[in-house]
């Protein structure tokens, strides 16, 4: 048997193979963060193609962490509901599905939050009060995933969200008990670590995403600090973690190597900025080329520090023989991919029968320029 379809333990959760559908907003849900028929019907096909784990969409848990219209959301008992459907969807084909949760941060508008977003050192730094605010949010949405019946929970602590915020001492320029120092900028992830630790059951998982590498313009996580982290998270005894790097504002093409969608992001701008905007993006193409698993060198530098805790590597993977390697070498526990899976739910399945060798996603980054422009991140090459 391929060492890809050989079951895994996360912590109390077993998984049936090594493939994770990687965490991706898709503008599938109303404006009010409530699941929609198409999100459930996404679901089904990832569940009934065979993916072993299925991390949702990042939802919001807080009205004030809102990225953008039509994200999903876990911030109220209303959402249980729907949540619910979207748990049993997973589950149909005996796949296992995490919930990811998450605060947008800087990384949000007034437009969509109705106030100037919150940040560690923005210019209305979050109060004390605030900070104890978002830590319930995230424990209390832990538990409205559970009464879901989510298979446990991925707190996003990466991307330039307000975690990864906190984290980076580039955004985090704090000097009181939430900064200055790493053990003070890693505070907001710790208390919310051990708060939903608190109220998840044993078989349920809790995952974290971290990056290894901001790629911010002054230096923000690079692997070392991302190293010191990973030691902290394994003695507060979460299950895994998922290695990524970028961010949604500043480091959006490290994030998602391959092309560069020109067209897409010039639609973005006004038309007398676009010829501008279009000179310093073809300057940047080759950049941010596909490298096959981008981000496994640095989980491979991680490793280490997270012991024997599971770890999971995002970005770029494309070829089996490659995937393969990397699991059966030990570098890593799982292969997470989310442009593959956005052309293809089916891949996994195709995978075990032979039918393909390579995911067939060629990295355009059509889908996630479409979020940018208010449409659904689907597959956009025919």
Not at 196 to 222: F, Q
Not at 321 to 349: H, N, S, T
Request: hydrophobic share 40%.
């Amino acid at each position: 048997m391929s060492a890809l379809f050989r079951p895994f333990a996360l912590g109390g959760l077993e998984v049936k193979n090594r493939f994770v559908s990687s965490a991706c907003e898709d503008n599938f849900d109303t404006d009010s963060g409530e699941v929609t028929e198409r999100i459930i019907m996404k679901t089904l096909a990832l569940s009934d193609g065979g993916t072993g784990l299925m991390i949702s969409a990042q939802m919001f848990v807080h009205h004030l962490g809102k990225t953008r219209p039509g994200q999903l959301g876990i911030h109220s008992h209303a959402m249980i509901l729907g949540l619910r459907g979207l748990a049993e969807s997973a589950h149909r084909h005996d796949g296992k599905i995490i919930f990811q949760l998450g605060h947008a941060g800087l990384q949000t508008s007034a437009k969509t939050i109705g106030r100037p977003p919150l940040g560690p050192s923005s210019d209305a730094p979050m109060s004390e009060d605030e900070i104890r605010e978002v830590i319930e949010a995230f424990i209390m949405a832990a538990q409205r995933a559970v009464e879901a019946g989510a298979d446990g929970v991925q707190i996003h602590a990466a991307h330039g969200y307000l975690i990864n915020e906190f984290l980076s001492p580039y955004f985090n320029r704090r000097e009181d008990s939430w900064g200055g120092s790493q053990e003070k900028r890693f505070r907001l992830l710790k208390e919310i670590v051990e708060g939903v630790r608190r109220v998840l059951p044993p078989d349920k998982a809790l995952l974290i995403k971290l990056n290894s590498n901001d790629y911010t313009p002054e230096e923000g996580i690079t692997p070392a600090l991302a190293g010191d982290y990973a030691e902290r998270l394994v003695g507060l005894g979460v299950d895994g973690l998922e290695i990524s790097c970028g961010g949604t504002s500043l480091a959006a093409w490290n994030m998602c190597r391959g092309t560069v969608p020109v067209r897409e992001i010039l639609s973005l701008f006004p038309e007398d900025q676009r010829r501008r905007v279009e000179a310093v993006l073809e300057s940047k193409k080759g950049q941010y080329a596909l490298v096959e698993a981008y981000n496994l060198e640095d989980a491979k530098r991680i490793r280490p520090f997270a012991k024997d805790i599971s770890l999971i590597s995002v970005g770029g993977w494309r070829s089996v023989r490659r995937m393969e390697d990397a699991i059966e070498k030990g570098e890593i526990d799982l292969i997470a991919m989310c442009r593959p899976f956005i052309r293809d739910p089916y891949l996994v399945g195709k995978i075990k029968s032979g039918e393909i060798t390579k995911a067939s996603c060629t990295s355009c980054n059509r889908c996630l320029a479409a979020l940018a422009n208010d449409m659904p991140a689907q597959c956009y090459m025919r």
